[in-house]
């Protein structure tokens, strides 16, 4: 039982009031709750080896399952969710994060695709530029000469 | 060219390089942070019963740890490179270990029965020992040398040249000294 834990016994116990074995139990049952959304929360940071684009937690595979029983007990042992990530990432590589951390080479994962969108709206822009361009803008109309010429050419040459 | 054209085609050409050279890349062959490192000491069950056995029972003799499963296809693949490994070097001071992943005594069982094999079978349920040495299927194979440091992992069915080839890697370094074994 942690630290936290038995403070909190002692202070419902202090209390008086109902049957202190029922206080016990509604602390337990808190912890145990507790512990058991850290755990989903763990889980879901990170991937199922075996179905690799799930995470541990949405996972059905036996693996997974024992991994989430893996994760709560070290969280129960009072290990941090970082600790236990990290004892993951020891094991399997950094690939076993759902989230690759924002280091070194991972940075092009997270930067390509926003500078990628950034340079498609430049192309966009320019191309939507050239396309909307008003029938009455001089500077797309046909000049002169290119007229004269498409009218030459609508007869038919003459051998 | 004008220049824009250039560069979308340069543009579009690295983009082509990078995905064709990742083509080239095996998603399996995700080195495994454990080579180099000390192997993950474990204590478990052996399949036939008895006292539980642990890796540092094994301390300066190379040792093979083999994770497979009777349900896996590729374990009966390679257990006949298992077989000859085990008989060639069973007395050279090198142990062969089998831990069953993921599965029933009884199954486990039938399947030494079908295909042989003398070696150290361990039981890993609830897959802790797994989960240890970073595996996520079977079979993976682990070389742990005579210091007790993960020299190779392999996945996927082994060969008999991987097991030649591995094995006298373990063989090389000299033995631990006389006095010095727990």
């Known amino acids: ?159 | 060219m004008t220049w824009s054209r250039t560069l979308s085609l340069v543009a579009v050409l690295s983009l082509v390089a990078l995905l064709g050279f990742g083509l080239t890349l095996d998603p399996s062959a995700i080195p495994s942070p454990l080579v180099g490192s000390e192997a993950p000491e474990f204590r478990l069950p052996p399949l036939e019963g008895g006292d539980s056995v642990g890796l540092s029972d094994f301390r300066g003799e190379g040792v093979v740890l083999n994770f497979w499963a009777s349900w896996c296809l590729a374990c009966i693949q390679e257990h006949p490179a298992l077989v000859r490994a085990w008989e060639t070097y069973r007395d050279e001071g090198v142990e062969l270990i089998g831990v069953i992943y993921q599965d029933t005594p009884a199954g486990a069982r039938r399947y030494l029965e079908r295909y042989g094999g003398g070696w150290l079978q361990l039981l890993d349920s609830g897959s802790r020992t797994a989960i240890d040495y970073g595996v996520y299927g079977v079979p993976e194979t682990f070389f742990i040398d005579r210091q007790g440091l993960v020299s190779h992992k392999h996945l996927g069915p082994v060969t008999d040249e991987l097991m030649t080839r591995e094995i006298d890697k373990l063989m090389v370094q000299a033995p631990a000294a006389p006095g010095g074994t727990p």
Request: hydrophobic content about 40%.
């Open chain 1, 1 to 159: 039982m942690t630290g936290p834990t038995m403070v909190l016994m002692l202070g419902l116990f202090l209390q008086g009031g109902t049957s202190s074995a029922d206080q016990v139990a509604q602390v337990v049952r808190a912890r145990e709750s507790e512990l058991e959304e850290l755990t989903r929360q763990v889980a879901s940071e990170l991937r199922c080896p075996v179905c690799q684009q799930l995470s541990v937690e949405d996972s059905s595979s036996e693996l997974a399952r024992e991994m989430k029983n893996f994760i709560h007990d070290r969280l129960e042992a009072g290990e941090t969710p970082d600790q236990v990530k990290a004892y993951f990432v020891s094991k399997y590589g950094e690939w076993i994060l759902l989230e690759p951390p924002m280091r070194g080479f991972n940075l092009v994962v997270w930067l390509l695709p926003f500078f990628a969108f950034l340079g498609g709206g430049v192309v966009l822009y320019f191309a939507l530029r050239r396309w909307l361009v008003s029938p009455g803008d001089a500077s797309l109309a046909p000049s002169g000469e290119h007229v004269a010429h498409v009218g030459s050419m609508k007869t038919p040459p003459r051998n």
